[in-house]
């Protein structure tokens, strides 16, 4: 079956389109990696307001984690699309097997911070989100990553629908 990581910086739409490709296979899961990280209910390390080495231990054990959920459905004949925000060389933490459509999503800056203001998928209020999202969005190399194999696709003026079907045209 086919499996996607779906990359982004928050609020180029990864939740989104995870949910939306999937609706196109007969069994497909989303396995969002911030999900896996809120099981954990004591000594949580969140990213904001400073990532510590807390933190990456936690989004490591999350990455294999949300790997081996993702291994385990792929291998009972589900489409999966894990979503998380992740570096061109961080898709290998998940440790999958098979091949892997790897897409990073890339909006404009002032689109994407109009998004993250308008969310609602989100126990909190977004806004904390603004500085992360600046920072990671200035710091992204695109030709990095698509040397390490991604797909780049700008959903600026993208709806989630041509967001998928340009990624089912990857697959």
Not at 10 to 24: E, F, I, N, Y
Not at 91 to 109: I, K
Not at 131 to 157: E, M, P
């Amino acid at each position: 079956m086919r499996t996607f990581i779906i990359t982004g910086v928050p609020g180029t739409g990864k939740s989104s389109v995870c949910r939306a490709l999937l609706q196109h296979f007969e069994f497909g899961v989303h396995v969002p990696v911030d999900d896996v990280r809120e099981f954990v209910v004591s000594g949580i390390a969140h990213p904001v307001p400073a990532v510590t080495a807390e933190t990456l231990r936690q989004f490591a054990l999350a990455r294999r984690a949300a790997g081996r959920l993702a291994a385990v459905y792929a291998g009972a004949g589900f489409a999966v699309a894990l979503d998380d925000v992740l570096g061109p060389e961080d898709a290998d933490m998940f440790e999958l097997p098979g091949p892997v459509t790897r897409v990073l999503l890339r909006a404009d800056l002032d689109a994407v911070l109009e998004r993250n203001r308008t969310r609602t998928n989100k126990a909190f209020d977004p806004a904390v989100l603004d500085g992360v999202i600046r920072q990671l969005h200035a710091g992204q190399d695109l030709g990095a990553y698509r040397q390490a194999g991604w797909a780049v696709l700008d959903t600026t003026h993208l709806s989630v629908r041509a967001a998928v079907q340009a990624i089912l045209a990857l697959a």
